[in-house]
């Protein structure tokens, strides 16, 4: 690909790609749960016909976890659930690193779940994001009207709550890191047990939208 490709070595042997072209101020990143395969695959699909412009992509966060089909990394480790200490370490501290020197303003994480067969939800900080849902429901059910994890889900967003949250488990993600770091996200949450085919072109169309808007 015609694309700024870079690579850093983890510890385990395994290249971490990233990609930062212009000013880095949009930000995806995609596969820190290295069994939720859609969004490796759609970033993949994106850069097949498009370069992306100041921009940064994490394309695969936990390249073990994606090769063995697992959520954790080498050590067992949730890199998700790692950005609330105090001294990162591995693919977690590569990342901030990353995301501290281009600064973007808006970050976007593609995720998968399995609270639904079809249903599709996502999480925000950022108001103006509306449209998202309507690009998914061109292949999955938009959830709405019900709880998540106890959160309410309005037309298939979450918003960020005014307050800190509670769970260790949603504190210490990247997401609610980039939140507390003032930077405005979304994070995608794709039905993991539909057709791999539509999950990754679900969230290409979204990657396409965000990316060029």
């Known amino acids: 690909f015609d694309i700024p490709l870079k690579y850093k070595v983890l510890d385990n042997g395994y290249r971490f790609y990233y990609i930062a072209t212009g000013m880095g101020k949009t930000c995806i990143s995609a596969g820190i749960h290295g069994n939720e395969t ?3 695959y759609a970033v993949l699909e994106y850069l097949k016909t498009h370069t992306p412009k100041n921009a940064l992509i994490f394309p695969v966060i936990n390249p073990f976890g994606f090769d063995s089909n697992l959520r954790t990394n080498v050590l067992g ?14 693919e977690a501290r590569l990342v901030y690193q990353l995301i ?5 303003y808006f970050f976007c994480s593609l995720h998968e779940s399995e609270v639904s067969e079809d249903g599709f939800y996502m999480y925000s900080s950022k108001q103006d994001v509306k449209w998202i849902p309507e690009v998914a429901q061109k292949y999955f059910k938009v959830l709405t009207n019900q709880k998540i994890n106890d959160e309410d889900v309005t037309d298939g967003i979450i918003w960020h709550p005014e307050i800190e949250y ?34 990754v072109q679900c969230q290409h169309d979204i990657i396409k939208l965000v990316l060029e808007n």
């Open 166 to 199: 509670e769970d260790s488990c949603s504190r210490c993600a990247l997401e609610n890191k980039m939140y507390n770091d003032r930077v405005e996200d979304v994070c995608f949450e794709a039905p993991k047990r539909a057709e791999l085919a539509k999950r």
């Open 100 to 104: 501290r020197k281009y600064k973007p």
């Open 77 to 90: 480790v949730d890199i998700n659930r790692q950005f609330c200490d105090n001294v990162l370490t591995g």
């Open 38 to 40: 859609a969004g490796p």
